[in-house]
């Protein structure tokens, strides 16, 4: 019967309650990402709707938009082997996109 303990386990199921790394991460990283795109004021392609994509009135915070895309990029350094290769490229088109839309921030002096 011990056999049977883990008959419904798969490899990427929760243990002990803790989503698998792959989860935790991708959710982390999409949440640095739209924290980016929210103080550029740009939007997210691929993580929201049109409607909770739309760029925020005010202006650019370029300070809180660089740790977001520092943090993004460190995050996925370390949690490269554990993404699938569609949301690994994902995630780095869209960090260069934000990558991006910084500099041209930084020209522009917001």
Do not use: C, W
Not at 8 to 23: E, F, I, L, W, Y
Not at 100 to 107: K, S
């Amino acid at each position: 019967m011990a056999s049977d303990t883990n008959i419904h386990t798969s490899p990427g199921a929760a243990k002990g309650g803790v989503p698998p790394m792959r989860d935790l991460a991708f959710s982390m990283l999409a949440l640095l990402v739209d924290a980016a795109a929210t103080q550029l004021r740009v939007t997210t392609p691929g993580l929201a709707t049109a409607a909770e994509s739309a760029p925020a009135d005010g202006p650019v915070d370029m300070r809180e938009a660089r740790a977001a895309i520092d943090a993004a990029n460190a995050l996925l350094a370390a949690v490269r082997d554990v993404l699938d290769m569609d949301a690994l490229r994902a995630f780095e088109g869209m960090l260069t996109q934000l990558q991006i839309e910084y500099v041209r921030h930084a020209g522009r002096g917001s």
